[in-house]
């Protein structure tokens, strides 16, 4: 963090010019062959345009039961496209069954009822029955706000429209493991427990009033801000004993909705107390360092639960950014991705595509002083959803994107794990050499310092494999 301010101050100074792309050196140039050699050419960005381009896919895909694809930038238009025409392949090539999505665990819930064939009306939180795709999603993805974009809309309609021309009984299902927007978590544990007929609704309900806010409400916001640690430590609490309630009453609930409701419930509670853990330590300790290394742990222990309840032969497909998804422990600054836990627990059932990019533009948001929407602590606090369109400099000479730029392959599908290959090139694909890392939020220059946008990586100990656009466009919002 401390060479991004450097380097955010020199460039503030004209003291820090980003190198434009040169000659390639012949070591560049024989990675660049030894690249489009082995590379998978993609040949188109749209789902249900054949997958014949994609069946070699098959090799890198192997036996995992996990498989993460992420991104170099939250604000990707490609990236997002890509990610849907490969869940298309995952699902009907290889069997994959549940997508599951960096957004609110709770909130999936209500979009998976319309990609289960929930009928077109806005359902209520306590309805079985869904809602608009584009209504939930304006309405459950405030927070991240690069989920409310078509491109993801698109996703959640072909999930309904495969679900519902389906021969199988088995359906994709459409989930979330962040902890983040604790509102629709109560509300859903407020239904559950008014099926079940439970004498402790209102008791529940008073418990978890503590939590019960929207990170988007600023008023509510700054109520929690403003308590006390003991407050807070009571809130966790209050979570704690939701639990007890649920425990003490599982002869009467599970019998009546079901051993997996019953286990959804008390999963939706701990998103809750997971909820509360890391607003306290984001919030009112001021920790932002613990609550990023919490965050990545509860996220990775919520996609474990998916996988060992969502059905025997479940095989998952993640969405999260290349941060969080890579199993490189050491790449993140100081703190372990999600993406290491999960291949601790996992091994080689976790696999990870990561993807980049040359150039072109992207969704971000740009961090503004003189704006209260824009400025870093309404980004720490979770309110800054006011994006804008960015783009990055040309890559630096010793870059990963310079030498897949020089391949002229538009998009491509590359193995980083290589077998067997001592030539220069698979050699040179062990790096280390610099990615692109786009985070959501940008610093106020018109050319983002170096540091702030790429990495020195290994690619190989980042992904499994790499998907690359060469020029990309911005996403596209409802």
Request: some cysteine; aromatic content about 10%.
């Amino acid at each position: 963090m401390q060479k991004r301010l450097i380097a955010a101050v020199l460039l503030t100074l004209g003291l820090v010019t980003v190198m434009a792309q040169s000659e390639l050196t012949s070591v560049q140039l024989e990675a660049s062959a030894w690249v489009k050699a082995n590379a998978i050419p993609i040949t188109s960005l749209n789902a249900e345009s054949g997958l014949d381009d994609l069946e070699p896919v098959k090799t890198l895909v192997g036996d995992a039961k996990i498989l993460a694809l992420g991104e170099a930038t939250h604000g990707t238009s490609e990236f997002f496209k890509l990610k849907h025409r490969m869940l298309e392949y995952l699902v009907k090539k290889q069997g994959f069954t549940v997508f599951a999505i960096e957004g609110s665990w709770a909130s999936a819930f209500e979009i998976n009822k319309y990609v289960m064939g929930g009928n077109d009306s806005i359902a209520s939180p306590r309805s079985d029955k869904g809602g608009n795709a584009r209504d939930l999603l304006n309405k459950y993805a405030r927070v991240m706000w690069p989920w409310r974009v078509t491109e993801v809309l698109d996703l959640i309609e072909w999930m309904r429209v495969y679900n519902a021309q389906s021969d199988t009984a088995i359906k994709v299902q459409f989930t979330g493991f962040d902890m983040q927007e604790p509102v629709p978590a109560v509300d859903w544990l407020s239904d559950y427990l008014e099926r079940a007929g439970s004498d402790q609704l209102a008791r529940v309900e008073d418990l978890l009033g503590c939590i019960r806010f929207s990170l988007n409400n600023i008023l509510a916001v700054s109520r929690y801000t403003s308590a006390s640690v003991q407050g807070a430590r009571t809130c966790e609490n209050n979570i704690g004993i939701v639990k007890k309630i649920l425990d003490n009453r599982r002869k009467t609930f599970e019998p009546k909705l079901g051993t997996l409701e019953f286990n959804q419930a008390l999963q939706m509670q701990k998103v809750l107390g997971q909820a509360s853990a890391y607003y306290t330590a984001r919030f009112i300790m001021g920790d932002l360092f613990g609550a990023v290394v919490m965050r990545d742990e509860f996220m990775t222990q919520n996609v474990a639960w998916l996988a060992k309840n969502s059905g025997q032969n479940a095989k998952l497909v993640l969405w999260a950014h290349n941060g969080h998804v890579t199993f490189n422990p050491n790449m993140s600054l100081g703190w372990k991705p999600m993406g290491a836990r999960l291949k601790e627990r996992f091994g080689s059932s976790y696999k990870v595509f990561g993807f980049s990019f040359y150039t072109g533009d992207f969704y971000a948001q740009l961090l503004d002083s003189s704006d209260p929407t824009r400025t870093l602590a309404a980004a720490v606090l979770g309110l800054a959803a006011n994006p804008s369109i960015n783009r990055v400099p040309v890559p630096v000479e010793n870059s990963y994107e310079t030498v897949f730029h020089a391949t002229g392959m538009p998009m491509f599908i590359l193995g980083t794990q290589p077998q067997n290959d001592s030539s220069s090139g698979a050699k040179w694909l062990q790096g280390p050499h610099r990615l692109y890392l786009v985070p959501q939020n940008l610093p106020p220059f018109k050319t983002p310092p170096p540091d702030w946008i790429s990495y020195d990586s290994r690619i190989g100990q980042d992904f499994d494999a790499v998907i690359y656009v060469d020029q990309t466009h911005p996403s596209t919002p409802l």
